[in-house]
């Protein structure tokens, strides 16, 4: 993922862009407090009571999920990787999405589970869910404190904000909310947030795609993005015209394409794997499912969910290209993505040109410059390894002075991917608009928020608090413990905002615990809602074996452009092209050591619960869900048959 947050642009705000941030935030705060007295019981807190309708929790479904990843995070990998991005949504999102409301839904649901980790429980034993809970809640406070930081951050260097100043009084609204409403507030206010997303980002889409002369002018300028990718310093060769257009043109191979992924990777590696283990065991999102009022909402929220989660590309995805094809199709457009500083003075430079000049290849030279130019505190600078691998081979060929090397070197920064979509609000949007769009991004970064901080409180009560310390006590007493629960993890997640400030590579940390644990949790599941065979005691060695092959693959492989950067490889067995192909291919291997030792243990072990005891919780022996009276397209089953040829339609027309 990329590095979060290096943004070197000032926005100054008018009294109409702080009036409309203002209004946003009593608004917000408003649903909380109209919430409150609805809040009668412990899963009226928690769980919503299981009383909301479908389309609520089907834009909350997609809402939760729109982040800070999401809006920023996608327009910067539209900028760098192209139409290729889109296989976080065609491949990476919907048919795992349509696969959880047509199959795994009706035990979520039907088996009266309060959260994902329950489930596991009833399904498996205690320990299965213990384990499950307590990474489940590591993971959301280390999820929270990324958005916090993030957002602080953001406002800090967009409108010089203090950051501290930021961090608490974003944290104070989305606790009041949460603390006041529950659930409920959460989900309501991730409706308002989406369609603030929505209409902050279009205007967005609509200038940039007028600048360029629509999108067949933006594909014009983007061949020329592909054809030239080697002088724009975004590959090493030049990888064609298509390279930023098409979706598989250059997925044969891994080296063909600005993402470094074959085909294999991406299909197996992100559209099973990653996109299985997120979507359909994440309790983030699956919340939302389960606080549906009906089993048919509950089936319908992440089909309804996929409609919009298959057109926002559109809104987070083309910006990013916009601004890829503004600065590198050679027109005059007076727009550059900024790039980040890299600071390396003539003495610097004289001490490591005989290093580079000896060096035994190109790479070698490259990896010395590296090492030896390093920054404040010993930390890595951020070089563009394109460009960084041009300077070198041209002072190795004696082309190059030093002098022109040193002010080479001073401009090689990386491309900060990140501030794409904040200077196309600054190019685009006046006062007014620009407070609307600023204040969608605030809403996905508090949404990011809200989504853990609610995931956080009911697996702390009922998962952790309940079955380990006060399993007796009244529901009067398990409410109190949630809304506690909500300030002590705001608190927490604040607590490692200010850690993740300290280091510019803790998305990539973060990305990475993801990976460690949704692959082998995602076996876990898969194996015991389809398989009545699985153990406990499998399930539980499945998820301990997938997370320590995890550790070993990735302490044992690396990347060819040093992008790895958690530990040195050890006796490397393979070097990847890049580092979301190591990623891929680690979701990969964990799932598949987790799905094997699963299979192997539960042979060598014996059932611990009867056929009776599994009805409803495993396919073989549930009674398959009807839906008598319903009309097609409230039937998950036909409709999502219709969204999965509509993205095979939508991957064939970009193919």
């Keep these: 993922m990329h590095h979060f947050l290096t943004v070197a642009l000032k926005i100054d705000l008018q009294f109409l862009d702080y009036a409309i941030m203002g209004i946003y935030v009593l608004f917000v705060l408003g649903i909380g407090f109209a919430l409150k007295r609805h809040m009668r019981s412990s899963e009226d807190f928690l769980i919503s009571g299981r009383s909301i309708p479908a389309w609520v929790t089907g834009l909350a479904f997609i809402s939760a999920n729109l982040g800070a990843l999401e809006v920023i995070g996608m327009a910067a990998s539209g900028a760098k990787y192209g139409m290729l991005t889109t296989h976080f949504y065609w491949i990476g999102a919907i048919v795992a999405m349509v696969f959880l409301a047509i199959f795994m839904m009706p035990f979520y649901y039907g088996s009266r589970a309060r ?58 609204v989305v606790m009041v909310y949460i603390f006041k409403g ?52 975004l590959w090493e060769t030049n990888l064609g015209e298509g390279a930023w257009t098409s979706m598989w043109g250059n997925m044969g191979d891994a080296s063909a394409n600005s993402m470094g992924v074959s085909w294999a990777g991406m299909v197996f590696g992100l559209g099973f794997v990653l996109a299985f283990g997120y979507w359909c065991t994440n309790f983030l999102v699956v919340q939302r499912a389960m606080a549906a009022n009906s089993m048919r909402a509950a089936r319908n929220t992440p089909i309804i969910a996929t409609i919009p989660k298959m057109f926002f590309p559109l809104l987070v995805i083309v910006p990013g290209l916009i601004a890829i094809a503004l600065e590198g199709s050679g027109k005059d457009s007076g727009f550059k993505i900024y790039q980040k500083e890299v600071v ?270 599994l009805k409803g919780l495993v396919y073989s022996l549930t009674p398959r869900q009807a839906d008598p009276g319903a009309p097609w397209y409230a039937r998950p089953a036909i409709s999502g048959i219709i969204i999965l040829l509509v993205c095979i339609a939508l991957n064939i027309y970009f193919a």
């Design 115 to 172: 959260s994902a980790p329950e489930y596991l429980k009833m399904r498996f034993d205690e320990k299965t869910r213990g384990l499950n809970s307590v990474s489940f809640a590591v993971m959301t406070i280390l999820g929270s404190g990324i958005s916090m930081h993030a957002l602080a951050d953001l406002l800090n260097k967009l409108l010089g904000w203090d950051y501290t100043v930021n961090l608490l009084v974003c944290s104070v």
């Design 344 to 613: 390396v003075s003539a003495a610097d430079w004289g001490k490591v040109e005989p290093l580079v000049k000896a060096a035994d290849s190109n790479g070698a030279a490259v990896k010395v410059l590296r090492e030896e130019l390093k920054g404040k505190g010993g930390a890595g600078q951020p070089f563009n390894s394109v460009v960084l691998a041009r300077i070198t081979q041209e002072v190795r060929a004696g082309r190059m002075s030093s002098g022109d090397a040193t002010a080479a070197l001073n401009n090689a920064g990386e491309r900060d991917y990140n501030s794409v979509i904040t200077s196309l609000l600054n190019r685009y949007c006046p006062s007014g608009l620009l407070g609307l769009a600023l204040t969608a991004l605030l809403a996905s970064f508090m949404s990011g928020m809200a989504g853990n901080v609610t995931a956080f409180n009911t697996v702390w009560t009922y998962d952790i608090y309940q079955s380990y310390f006060a399993p007796d006590k009244s529901d009067t007493h398990y409410m109190n413990v949630g809304r506690l629960a909500t300030v002590a993890g705001i608190a927490l997640s604040i607590g490692f905002a200010y850690v993740a400030r300290q280091f510019d590579n803790i998305m990539d940390l973060l990305q990475l615990v993801f990976g460690f644990v949704n692959a082998p949790i995602f076996a876990a599941f898969l194996a015991g809602m389809f398989w009545k065979r699985a153990t406990g005691h499998a399930a539980f060695s499945g998820v301990l074996a997938g997370t320590i092959v995890s550790a070993l693959f990735y302490a044992h492989t690396t990347v060819q452009d040093g992008s790895a950067w958690l530990v040195d490889s050890l006796n490397t067995w393979h070097s990847f092209p890049s580092a979301m192909t190591q990623n891929f291919s680690l979701a990969i291997f964990s799932f598949g050591a987790a799905a094997a030792t699963i299979a192997a243990v539960s042979l060598m072990t014996r059932r611990e619960k009867t056929d009776e005891e």
């Design 182 to 233: 529950g659930l409920t507030s959460a989900i309501y206010t991730e409706v308002v947030q989406f369609f603030l997303i929505v209409f902050g980002f279009a205007p967005v889409v609509y200038l940039g795609l007028k600048e360029v002369g629509g999108w067949d002018g933006l594909v014009r300028r983007l061949h020329d993005v592909g054809a030239n990718s080697q002088a724009l310093g």
